[in-house]
């Protein structure tokens, strides 16, 4: 069954804005990952954040957890054309990833 | 990042046959590698977890006589497609991590097109 589901499903946006994605699941994690996939390609890890933890900062990205709300957000700041990419939330349940559909990204420059 | 490898990249065979598809990992030990199957513009579905030395897990509604998964050392996972049918055409992507718990490295993924 599907764990994670983003919304919203496609985000269009200009270079140089802040593009937020977010993501919702449905029983208790070890932890939540976001990965982002470029067309036909696998997928590259972005950011892992913990049950316990509640805000996490890579670069660009900001990741927040709300384990009483079962949700989690994606915050890429300053947007490039070259973030242009689905980006997709995956719960860790029991050592297993469950994906979400995830959020198509586009970055027109 | 660490480094996980896939071998076809692509693979086209005939309706019937069976393909088979490495997953290697190239940087680190792997006890446990997972395998998914994505359809266009659709989501990564878990398929099964491979477990070095021991019988593949394989999720619900996912047939293991189909989907043969071998995991006979701890850098090389096999899924192979048996008896293929134009309804498994799809892109099939692995992924391992130091820990099931820990973030996962992908391969770049096969994509399957069965005639």
């Known amino acids: 069954s599907q764990q994670g589901e983003e919304d919203p499903q496609a985000l269009s946006i200009q270079e140089g804005e802040n593009a937020t994605m977010n993501c919702s699941y449905k029983?208790?994690?070890?932890?939540l990952q976001w990965y982002r996939q470029n067309s036909g390609r696998g997928l590259v890890h972005l950011i892992l954040?913990?049950?316990?933890?509640r805000e996490k900062h890579s670069g660009r990205l900001r990741v927040t957890l709300d384990t009483s709300k079962k949700s989690s957000s994606l915050l890429i700041t300053a947007s490039r054309a070259a973030d242009t990419a689905s980006y997709f939330c995956a719960p860790n349940q029991g050592g297993k990833l469950i994906f979400g559909q995830g959020t198509e990204l586009s970055v027109k420059p | 990042g660490a480094v996980v490898s896939q071998h076809p990249s692509r693979v086209i065979c005939k309706s019937g046959t069976s393909v088979k598809i490495e997953c290697r990992s190239l940087d680190f030990q792997a006890t446990t590698m997972f395998w998914y199957r994505q359809f266009p513009k659709q989501s990564l579905m878990l398929m099964a977890t491979?477990?070095?030395?021991?019988?593949?897990?394989?999720e619900q509604g996912v047939e293991k006589d189909k989907f043969l998964i071998n995991h006979a050392s701890l850098t090389l996972s096999t899924l192979t497609v048996t008896s293929a049918h134009p309804e498994d055409s799809s892109f099939y992507i692995c992924s391992s991590g130091q820990g099931v718990f820990d973030e996962q490295y992908f391969g770049p993924g096969t994509r399957l097109t069965v005639t």
């Open positions: 029983t208790s994690i070890n932890n």
């Open positions: 954040i913990r049950s316990n933890e």
């Open positions: 491979s477990n070095e030395g021991s019988k593949a897990t394989y």
